[in-house]
């Protein structure tokens, strides 16, 4: 039996304001209900989490943040540590996003630093990867999204990948854009993805992983990326932020 249970979750990024934030969050609960089939989590920006979260708690949404810090306390202005967001609600907090990758510069290191800290501090990390346009052109998707996978769970075991950590492969050039990969181009980088899990620990910890994928999903592409062996679940940022457009991928079968 695989432990893959389809995972639908919204990155809200630098949008909303607390009304609207808060009232998407509801929705998002109202819609999930009792429901058993799938899992489902809302990023907020850090400022609304305690709120989102609060009214979250008792539901089957999970509340998380989309960034943390790689230092547990201290002098480190501006940062949010791991114990803040569990202290706060959150469950699940995003690691290695593009965005903080590439406007921010984060490395895959510090990346990897993220996710043990995370996991030190109970969260359970999504961790991204993810090739730019420039680099699928020269051929170099499998190198790049490899060596971030590889370096993002240094110091990661088996036991804490396969029930606490989720993956998500979010082609740079599909963010945002309106330009999805392809099911076709999905599968084989998950495909890729798995066979690097398999290497770095074993096949059961592979199969055992979910990877989702992000980049431009919408209601009407859902089904088909969700239909490609191997993807576990999507990662959605633009069309998470309205009920209208998030709870339809919500019906992904
Ligand atoms: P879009 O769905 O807006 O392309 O964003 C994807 C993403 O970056 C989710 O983390």
């Not at 995972?7 to 999930?32: I, P, Q, Y």
């Not at 359970?124 to 996978?149: H, K, N, Y």
């Not at 191997?230 to 998470?240: C, F, Y």
Request: include cysteine; hydrophobic fraction near 40%.
């Amino acid at each position: 039996m695989s432990a893959r249970k389809p995972f639908v979750a919204g990155n809200w990024k630098m949008n909303l304001e607390r009304k609207t934030a808060l009232g998407l969050a509801l929705a998002v609960r109202d819609a999930v209900g009792r429901r058993e089939d799938v899992d489902v989590a809302v990023f907020p920006p850090f400022v609304y989490l305690d709120e989102v979260a609060r009214a979250l708690a008792g539901s089957r949404v999970r509340c998380g943040a989309q960034n943390c810090s790689d230092e547990p306390s201290g002098a480190f202005t501006g940062e949010i540590a791991p114990a803040m967001l569990v202290d706060v609600g959150a469950t699940h907090v995003i690691v290695g996003h593009s965005e903080r990758r590439h406007l921010y510069g984060e490395g895959s290191e510090l990346v990897g630093r993220k996710v043990q800290l995370a996991l030190e501090h109970g969260l359970s990390p999504i961790l991204c990867v993810g090739e730019t346009l420039e680099e699928r052109d020269a051929r170099r998707t499998e190198s790049v999204v490899g060596e971030q996978l590889a370096r993002g769970l240094a110091g990661v075991d088996g036991r804490a990948l396969q029930t606490r950590v989720t993956l998500a492969y979010e082609p740079v050039w599909a963010i945002g854009t309106g330009r999805t990969a392809t099911p076709a181009q999905a599968g084989e980088v998950h495909a890729y993805l798995r066979g690097v899990l398999a290497g770095l620990y074993n096949e059961p910890a592979a199969e055992n992983t979910r990877i989702l994928y992000g980049g431009s999903v919408k209601p009407d592409n859902v089904r088909a990326l969700m239909a490609v062996r191997g993807v576990d679940g999507v990662l959605v940022g633009g069309a998470s932020l309205k009920p209208e457009t998030f709870l339809p991928l919500l019906e992904f079968r």
